[in-house]
């Protein structure tokens, strides 16, 4: 096995099984966050493809300075972020001034609801929910942030978030019984 370095100039100089190493190395964990964005399977293969059609287009913009495995992620987050304003024009965004944010009482769902299964409630959430809800809760972005990625308001990155914080305990509620 290659050190990253290597691979990386390999891949610069264009060896088709280098790409081929760089893609078995990274894409199954680029996949996990393909995933949690798409719809889908074949929206997150999508995803997937056009982020690494990225990656090897720009690998000479990397500079080392900090991991490539954070580089990839990102260029696999923004690609994601990109499908999502290219298909927004058909979705609708409500803003409200003030979330309600609500509280689950409930214990137990997610001690008993496997990683597959919370993954599907989350594929299950609409886009705008779905886009707001892991850029925040699993990449770390601030509302700020979110806004002008996705150029929404604060005010609908924070409803966005919360409703998609409610559906899902919603959800999990209902798992929940399923599994009492």
């Known amino acids: ?18 790409h ?11 996949y996990g966050v393909c995933l949690r964005f798409a719809k889908n399977q074949m929206e997150a293969d999508d995803i997937l493809q056009e982020g690494f059609i990225k990656v090897f287009l720009n690998l000479r913009t990397f500079r080392n300075e900090g991991s490539l495995e954070g580089w990839i992620r990102r260029t ?4 994601a972020i990109n499908l999502f304003k290219k298909n927004a024009k058909y979705l609708k965004d409500i803003e409200i001034d003030k979330a309600e944010i609500v509280q689950n009482t409930e214990e137990g769902a997610l001690d008993k609801i496997s990683v597959e299964e919370l993954l599907n409630l989350i594929r ?22 979110i806004s002008e990625l996705l150029k929404i308001s604060e005010n609908t990155s924070k409803s966005q978030l919360s409703r998609a914080r409610q559906t899902l305990q919603k959800k999990l509620s209902k798992l929940n019984c399923v599994y009492c």
């Open 76 to 79: 696999i987050v923004n690609t």
């Open 20 to 30: 081929t190493d760089f893609y078995k190395r990274f894409a199954p964990k680029m």
């Open 124 to 145: 299950e959430l609409p886009a705008g929910y779905r886009m707001v809800f892991n850029l925040n809760v699993i990449e770390g972005y601030t509302h700020k942030e």
């Open 1 to 18: 096995m290659y050190s990253e370095e290597d691979l990386i100039n390999r891949c610069l100089n264009n060896e088709a099984k280098a």
